[in-house]
């Protein structure tokens, strides 16, 4: 199966883990955010980040989704199959992290609520660290009632109130140069090429999501299978003493909404920061709990 997949990130490594085709990224690494996040506001040596000998570091700088070519700055590719998974640029995001960091007094939103997630796990974290931490957003609501208000519950719990006038905002995530957001069909397809992961216009930028979106990329490719791809949000958030695991489908019209509180969820957070880079960002073990 001649097949190009651009970027190494959760979308573009599992839809590799399956068809084991090309693969080319600007770096050729797996970078694992969520425990990068954690090493940058715990200042632990913990490792986030390997090396792949399987990908190909090349920068692309021209593509062309409708015929399917692409040239980076070492080659010129003609797949029969282009998979574009290059994720987006967080750059902004970590800079803004580390600014905030600094700060004592903290109130912290989103520019975008689809990644409101990301400001309420910073919340936790920087309470943990013992700064006065105030949060603005909808506590996921477009998740379901349920979901909202047991995060309300528990960031009341742990003293972080809410505000109205937040100063500290982490914004949106940029599509990666010299891509842009896509908006797909039912196959996460974008003229004849799959989009994949962070790429995908109104997709929540979630890497247990983009996971999902590589599989069914890969499993299409091989099966030729035409039903839908189903999205389902799925992610932990750390309170610093247990783990809220969270599965809805309710964004996309959807009728499942779960929330499960426990020290062991917490415990699972962690494993899986260090058991993804170990499988070279093979994931889906947070589907099935």
């Known amino acids: 199966m001649d097949t190009l997949i651009v970027g190494s990130g959760y979308a573009g490594l599992n839809a590799y883990h399956l068809i ?15 425990a990068a996040t954690k090493n940058l506001i715990f200042g632990r040596n913990l490792r986030y980040s390997k090396r792949l000998t399987f ?26 199959n282009l998979i574009i998974a290059a994720g987006c640029d967080k750059t902004e995001i970590i800079n803004a992290i580390m600014r905030i960091k600094e700060k004592s007094k903290i109130s912290i939103s989103s520019e975008d609520p689809l990644i409101d997630y990301l400001a309420i796990q910073l919340a936790f974290y920087f309470k943990k660290l013992g700064k006065e931490v105030k949060y603005h957003g909808s506590f996921l609501s477009y998740l379901g009632e349920n979901i909202s208000k047991t995060l309300m519950e528990y960031m009341d ?8 006038k937040p100063e500290d905002i982490i914004p949106s995530c940029k599509p990666s140069y010299p ?15 799959f989009i994949l ?14 996971m999902r979106t590589g ?38 019209g959807g ?13 699972m957070k962690g494993f899986i920061e260090r058991y993804y880079l170990i499988r070279n960002g093979k994931m889906g073990i947070l589907y099935y709990l």
Request: hydrophobic share 35%.
């Open 55 to 80: 990908v190909k570091g090349e920068k692309v700088t021209d593509f062309d989704l409708k015929s399917k070519w692409v040239k980076t700055d070492k080659n010129d590719y003609n797949p029969e």
């Open 215 to 252: 599989i069914y990329a890969a499993n299409y490719l091989k099966n030729k299978k035409t039903s839908p791809f189903k999205p389902i949000f799925i992610i932990i958030i750390d309170t610093g003493k247990e783990g809220i695991h969270i599965r809805s489908n309710k964004l996309w």
């Open 20 to 34: 084991k085709s090309t693969l080319i990224s600007d770096k050729p690494e797996f970078i694992f955010y969520t």
């Open 255 to 267: 009728n499942i909404e779960s929330v499960k509180i426990s020290k062991i969820r917490k415990v």
């Open 157 to 164: 719990k742990y003293g972080i109130k809410y505000t109205e």
């Open 179 to 193: 891509f842009e957001f896509y908006k797909v069909d039912q196959n996460l397809k974008y003229q004849n090429s």
């Open 197 to 210: 992961g962070d790429l995908i216009e109104g997709f929540p930028k979630l890497g247990e999501l983009a």
